[in-house]
């Protein structure tokens, strides 16, 4: 089961902003194992993204081979057929202008596949990155509020004992 990266994501923002604030700060108390659930999810979901973008590119490289072949077997064919007709040279020149037109239509077609491949992959790719970005910057910011109130609290404790201490 694959879970959308972008979904986690959202999970991990609402738990953020479901969470208690510390008044009179910007902190946040946070449910650690809830936060540490999701990034599980997430580490276990970008790998399965990355393996769709490599069958993507898996798929477009058996689809080049494909036609490759399918040029070679109508070149083939066609260097055939003019071999069986060398006697009348019109026709050899027929059929090799067939092989000649078939063989540029099959490059044509090899490299739009190929473009579209490349086009799709790469929005993949960015798209993954801009979600591991998107994840990287609320991360770090959750750790960085974390880390705030961690050491706010210390302060206050180690004010209060002063306090108390005269």
Same mark, same amino acid.
């Given at each position: 089961m694959t879970i959308d990266i972008l979904h986690? @994501? /959202? !999970?991990? &923002?609402t738990a953020l902003s479901k969470s208690w604030r510390i008044p009179f700060t910007s902190n946040v108390v946070?449910? =650690? $194992?809830?936060?540490?659930d999701i990034i /599980?999810?997430? !580490?276990? #979901?970008?790998? =399965? =993204? +990355?393996k769709q973008a490599r069958r993507v590119t898996a798929e477009r490289e058996r689809l080049l081979e494909q036609a490759q072949e399918e040029a070679d077997r109508i070149v083939a064919l066609a260097q055939e057929q003019a071999g069986g007709l060398a006697d009348d040279h019109e026709i050899v020149k027929a059929a090799q202008a067939r092989a /000649? &037109? +078939?063989? *540029?239509?099959?490059?044509? #077609?090899a490299e739009t596949v190929?473009? $579209?491949? $490349? *086009?799709?992959?790469? =929005? *993949?790719l960015s798209s993954l990155e801009e979600q591991l970005l998107m994840l990287l *910057?609320? @991360?770090r910011n959750g750790i960085r509020q974390v880390q705030g109130a961690a050491s706010h609290q210390d302060a206050d404790h180690q004010a209060s004992k002063g306090d108390g201490g005269g």
């Open positions: 986690l @994501v /959202d !999970r991990l &923002e946070i449910q =650690e $194992d809830a936060f540490l /599980d999810q997430m !580490r276990i #979901s970008i790998p =399965e =993204e +990355v /000649d &037109e +078939v063989m *540029t239509h099959a490059q044509r #077609s190929k473009g $579209d491949a $490349d *086009t799709y992959v790469m =929005e *993949t *910057t609320t @991360v």
